[in-house]
């Protein structure tokens, strides 16, 4: 349902831009955002739209990063500028998807995209 591209190997200093678009039988999107997991620690928020359209950015990527969305393409975007070698992690898409027959709500995980920054 999620598909996640982007990632790749910058120096730090660097720009990057992950995409993340939901597929499928879709009824309407909520809630979506990125995610990221270092190696040896646990997944942490980075970035996301709340299903009232705020957006929400962790202190560690405020004023970097900048998430956005493109509605009619059930589409995700994060532009990752000034990247430091503590972004390096697998990054994940999140997102809350109503889906047919019944508009029932559920969470869904794209399978990761590779960012690595090297010093």
């Known amino acids: 349902q999620l598909q996640a591209c982007g990632g790749g190997l910058v120096q730090a200093g660097g720009s990057l831009r992950l995409s993340c678009a939901a597929s499928g039988s879709i009824l309407s999107v909520n809630k979506m955002g990125w995610y990221r997991q270092a190696p040896g620690k646990q997944r942490d928020l980075v970035a996301t739209?709340?299903?009232?359209?705020?957006?929400y950015y962790a202190d560690s990527v405020k004023g970097r990063f900048t998430i956005s969305r493109d509605n009619p393409k059930n589409a995700v975007y994060l532009q990752m500028y000034n990247l430091k070698p503590d972004d390096t992690a697998l990054y994940y898409c999140n997102a809350d998807l109503k889906v047919p027959p019944y508009g029932l709500e559920y969470n869904y995980w794209g399978q990761g995209t590779l960012v690595t920054v090297s010093s």
């Open positions: 739209f709340t299903p009232e359209g705020y957006t």
